[in-house]
């Protein structure tokens, strides 16, 4: 199994990334997908979470409002895109597959980040 995330990189505050992830070794749609992050000196956290379907999708507090996380199962591929962007967003991106939840156990699979760095 890989996820390889990409479309990280460097963006001044208010800008916009999107996000790509792309999975291959599994069945893509029996999995709900999820995005974290991992600031230097801080514990990984959730970010977002969508369904098999994309029907439902979950975000944490401080990005709701800015980031939208999107799957298209014909490509094996999940998005986030990410509006307004703030330093604070400034972190190692990974996305995860596996049962869901807002915890990173709940995540089997998982790809190698992507880093994403704000500036003010």
């Known amino acids: 199994v890989q996820l390889q995330a990409s479309g990280g990189g460097l963006v001044q505050t208010g800008g916009s990334l999107r996000l790509s992830c792309t999975a291959s070794?599994?069945?893509?749609?029996?999995?709900?997908m999820g995005w974290f992050r991992q600031a230097p000196g801080k514990e990984r956290e959730f970010v977002a979470r969508?369904?098999?379907?994309?029907?439902?999708?979950v975000y944490a507090d401080s990005v709701k409002g800015r980031f939208t996380i999107s799957r298209d199962n014909a490509k094996n591929t999940i998005y986030l895109q990410m509006n307004s962007l703030k330093p604070d967003d400034t972190a190692v991106y990974y996305c995860?597959?596996?049962?869901?939840?807002?915890?990173?156990?709940?995540?089997?699979?998982w790809g190698q980040g992507t880093q994403v760095t704000v500036s003010s």
């Open positions: 995860a597959a596996g049962i869901g939840g807002g915890s990173s156990t709940g995540y089997k699979y």
């Open positions: 070794g599994l069945t893509f749609s029996s999995y709900i």
């Open positions: 969508i369904t098999r379907i994309g029907g439902n999708t």
